[in-house]
């Protein structure tokens, strides 16, 4: 048993990778939310804005991994399927004053759109991880500036089967096109494919031999968003991002295979990469 959720991994990756968290989520008020916080807060994650709620349970997962190292995920959402736009509103003044405001889709998708809106006049940079896949409205895509699909939550959100580089160009140019600033598609073993308006550029992924792809991407995303806050490119930042999931992939569970600054760092230094 060991701690996850997609939000969770996300925010645990980014304090791990040496940057001020504040996370915005929802528990039940039971064990499993009580030991949630109480890690939260060992890893130095602000969680004045972590809500219990006393009627549903946390969110749980079972996770099944094969021999690849591959999984399949069951979710039971409880409490994370609660979070209200008044519970982002409480948060207005933290969102706004944020460099970077980083999402997923295990919340429902009304405080996606509630806390994207208030980021985007705050002038806050948007970093939408679209997992679980489901589709976007052109309403939400114009408010996010980094979105990060995989191949399969590429293809559900334009439509455009992803089969060689040429497809990933034309499936980021449809992104483009809604408002995105930069499209990252996550490309697992491969590495992550980058589109802005002036890149388009396959990021290669560092060669490890995977255990556990739990939270990989989420770890990615983690790690993008403290790289992007600190002013690196958005290739630099890829390429920082890979090296955090890279690390992760070695090790079994969720949020334990998050690594630290020094860990990523010393990779990059070490393959010069």
């Known amino acids: 048993m060991a701690a996850g959720g997609k939000g969770a991994n996300q925010a645990v990756a980014a304090a791990r990778a040496d940057r001020e968290v504040v996370f915005i989520a929802q528990v039940g008020n039971d064990m499993f939310g009580r030991q949630a916080i109480e890690s939260f807060v060992r890893e130095g994650i ?7 709620d006393k009627d549903a349970p946390s969110g749980i997962a079972l996770i099944f991994v094969g021999a690849d190292g591959e999984n399949s995920i069951a979710v039971a959402s ?8 008044a519970d982002v509103q409480a948060a207005k003044d933290v969102i706004s004053s944020a460099a970077i405001l980083l999402m997923q889709l295990e919340i429902p998708m009304e405080i996606v759109q509630v806390a994207a809106e208030i980021a985007s006049k705050a002038e806050v940079r948007v970093i939408l991880n679209p997992a679980p896949a489901q589709p976007l409205s052109n309403n939400l895509l114009k408010y996010i500036s980094v979105l990060t699909p995989n191949e399969t939550e590429t293809e559900l959100v334009t439509g455009i089967k992803i089969k060689k580089k040429s497809d990933m160009s034309t499936a980021a140019k449809a992104l483009l096109s809604k408002g995105v600033e930069a499209v990252l598609i996550t490309l697992g073993a491969q590495g992550v494919y980058v589109a802005t308006s002036k890149v388009r550029e396959l990021v290669p992924a560092f060669k490890v031999e995977a255990i ?5 991407g989420d770890v990615f995303n983690g790690a993008l968003a403290v790289a992007l806050s600190e002013n690196k490119t958005i290739i630099e930042a890829a390429k920082f ?4 999931a890279a690390l992760s992939v070695t090790k079994l569970g969720a949020q334990p295979s998050a690594p630290y600054r020094n860990e990523i760092e010393d990779l990059l230094s070490r393959l010069n990469y």
């Open 46 to 52: 602000n969680v004045d804005y972590v809500y219990r």
């Open 212 to 216: 556990d792809t739990t939270a990989a």
């Open 241 to 244: 991002a890979n090296a955090a």
């Open 78 to 85: 409880g409490a994370n399927s609660r979070l209200t736009p």
